[in-house]
Every structure is written in C-alpha cells, then in structure tokens.
Nanobody, 124 residues
Framework: QLQLVESGGGLVQPGDSLRLSCAVS????????MGWFRQAPGKGREFMAV????????TYAESVKGRFTISRDNGKNTVYLQMNSLKPEDTAVYYC?????????????????WGQGTQVTVSS
C-alpha cells in the first residue's frame, strides 16, 4: 500500500504562483507515472499533468499548458506541480496519484493510490 500526501496549497491572488508537492511513502513500487488532477466544487475530477518515471516525458491539459510544470524527484519519492500565472478558474482541490500502467495517461481510471488533496484558491 502506498500513501500520498499533498502540500503547498493556499489562498493566492490572480497572477501569483504556487508549488504543490506530493510525497509518496509505503512499500516500494515499480516505476510508474505520477499525475496531478483537480476537482472544483460541483465538477468532476479533471486531469492536469502527468510525468513518466524518469521525468523525461510530460503531458499537460490544454488549460494549463505553458503555466504549470510537473516534475519529480525519485530520490525523495516526491512529485511537484509548479503553478504560475494562476487564475480564479484554477481554484480547486488538487490531487496527486500514481499511475497503474507504465505509460502516461490522462484518465482518472488509469490511476490508483490517490492523496487526500490540497486546496488552491485564487481570488482577489
């Protein structure tokens, strides 16, 4: 069993930046992609970004491409989401998750072991 703990959320103004972290602990796991998703009130869980095991292949949702950057430090079992130029529509609970398969996916169903989420609120 793996445990994922997100941190770094908070209340910021439009145009500000935040860096989210997701620490993974528990049994050792085979190399898998790591992803970030978000869920706004009344909406479904939405794909944001995914990174493969080595960190060399990333995929982003169109809504955050050019503003968000996903990265990982396998030595620290941690994945990051750098969020720049934040907008009010980025307000949501952000979740990290471990992929089930070896390839990068954007589907919620292709991820397992979710964290509890961290709230990001962008408001003036």
């Amino acid at each position: 069993q793996l445990q994922l703990v997100e941190s770094g959320g908070g209340l910021v103004q439009p145009g500000d930046s935040l860096r989210l972290s997701c620490a993974v602990s528990g049994r050792s796991f085979s190399p898998k992609p790591m992803g970030w998703f978000r869920q706004a009130p009344g909406k479904g869980r939405e794909f944001m970004a995914v990174v493969n095991w080595s960190g060399g292949i990333t995929t982003y949702a169109e809504s955050v491409k050019g503003r968000f950057t996903i990265s990982r430090d396998n030595g620290k079992n941690t994945v990051y989401l750098q969020m720049n130029s934040l907008k009010p529509e980025d307000t949501a609970v952000y979740y990290c998750a471990v992929g089930k398969f070896s390839w990068n996916s954007q589907s919620v169903q292709d991820f397992e072991y979710w964290g509890q989420g961290t709230q990001v609120t962008v408001s003036s």
